[in-house]
């Protein structure tokens, strides 16, 4: 591997993504503390940790985003992202939202195989205006795994969906994930959902990896489950002794 001194190199590793001494500052105020991070190759690892505290600032920087960081970073070339907001030009219709900026002419095949991919190759000749959130955010991952990622990023994709739509679309993930065999980082402020679909749960505090748990749990994941219902108790406990993370209860 080889990586540059400040920024992002692309070389292939022995992980998926490893980052030393990442700083990243906004107006003299520093997000990233020189952060130090190593994801596998095909692991799955969830970002946990209170608002403001630089989750999306790493995305961010790990997308090819930002570029104005101190620190080495190594990803690989080919990474895609998934926001919370799908994002979806609403003058083109989904299939070719699917392929948009993919090199060479836009591949029809290529979008309803990946809109296939994740159950609704039906509404390839829609506009996005006619999907319903559940849907659209299906169409957010068929854009990025078109793109046959070794790496995707995924900034709180579940947040805005209701809760059965939400199970419908981890599950679809977690099945995508397995299917090919990609790295994952997860930003998320649901603690059951971290530990349902991940490796590898890390809690970011100020900018910094303040606590990491690795999720020796059989799939599919029970909740209820002794081993699982003990692993939530203790990073809420991490996340109690900061802040109270929005959107979880104890
Ligand atoms: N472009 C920017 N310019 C100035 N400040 C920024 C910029 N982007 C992020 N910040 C600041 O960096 C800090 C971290 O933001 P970031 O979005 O990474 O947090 P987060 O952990 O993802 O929060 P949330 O969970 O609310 O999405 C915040 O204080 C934010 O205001």
Redesign the pocket.
């Known amino acids: 591997m080889t990586a540059t001194a400040s920024g992002t190199a692309t070389t292939a590793a022995s992980h998926s993504v490893e980052i030393r001494g990442l700083s990243r500052a ?2 003299g ?1 520093t ?1 990233l503390h020189a952060l130090d991070l190593d994801i596998g190759k095909g692991e799955f690892v969830a970002l946990l ?10 995305l961010r920087i790990l997308a090819g985003l930002d570029e104005d960081i101190d620190g080495e970073v190594t990803v690989p070339a080919r990474r895609s992202a998934a926001f919370q907001s799908p994002r979806l030009l609403p003058w083109l219709k989904v299939w070719r939202n699917v392929v948009l900026g993919l090199p060479g002419r836009a591949d029809r095949e290529k979008a309803l195989k990946a809109l296939d991919e994740v159950g609704i190759a039906d509404r390839a000749t829609v506009w996005p205006k006619t999907l319903s959130g559940g849907q659209a955010q299906r169409v957010s991952l068929a854009r990025a795994l078109v793109r046959e990622p070794e790496l995707l990023l995924l900034d ?1 994709p579940f947040g805005a969906l209701d809760a059965l739509t939400r199970g419908r679309v981890q599950q679809l993930v977690a099945e995508l994930w397995q299917r090919h065999g990609c790295a994952i980082l997860l ?1 998320t ?1 649901d603690v059951e959902e971290a530990l349902l679909l991940a490796d590898r749960v890390l809690v ?1 505090d100020e900018g910094r990896i303040a606590h990491e748990l690795t999720v020796d749990l059989p799939r599919s994941r029970d909740l209820t489950a002794p081993e699982f219902v003990s692993l939530r108790a203790r990073l809420l406990s991490w996340l109690g002794v900061h802040r109270t993370l929005e959107g979880t209860s104890s």
């Open positions: 906004f107006d105020h997000v940790g209170h608002s403001g505290c630089g989750k999306s600032t790493l709180e930003v402020h970011m």
